[in-house]
């Protein structure tokens, strides 16, 4: 069983920032991109950021320079910091890990539950 698991959401203030993290555990043997996505209510989820196992990133246009992600490959963590966050920022956000439970299996996407980013003053 995998499991991945977000945390870090919470209120700011716009131009505030939160940094969250998320976390995967389980019966894992490797784990390729890991990327961050939001949602509101009765839009599509957007993808925010990704970042390869080696290191490689990519950004949504809205979130660069405001943004950065980042991961610990030994921890099977990856983080988002957010800075100058805006109302528009706000939302649920979630974690997606591709990740191959043994060797010779395929990579499958895991979720998190979500954790809700409000801005507002």
């Known amino acids: 069983q995998v499991q991945v698991v977000e945390s870090g959401g919470g209120l700011v203030q716009p131009g505030g920032s939160l940094r969250l993290s998320c976390a995967a555990s389980g019966s894992i043997f490797s784990i390729n991109d890991m990327a961050w996505y939001r949602q509101t209510p009765g839009k599509q989820r957007e993808l925010v950021a990704t970042?390869?196992?080696?290191?490689?990133?990519t950004y949504t246009d809205s979130v660069k320079g405001r943004f950065t992600i980042s991961r610990n490959n030994a921890r099977n963590t990856v983080w988002l910091q957010m800075n100058s966050l805006k109302p528009e920022d706000a939302a649920v956000y979630y974690c997606?890990?591709?990740?191959?439970?043994?060797?010779?299996?395929?990579?499958?996407?895991?979720w998190g539950q979500g954790t809700q980013v409000a801005v507002s003053s």
């Open positions: 997606k890990a591709e990740i191959r439970e043994t060797w010779g299996r395929p990579f499958n996407d895991y």
């Open positions: 970042i390869t196992a080696g290191g490689f990133t």
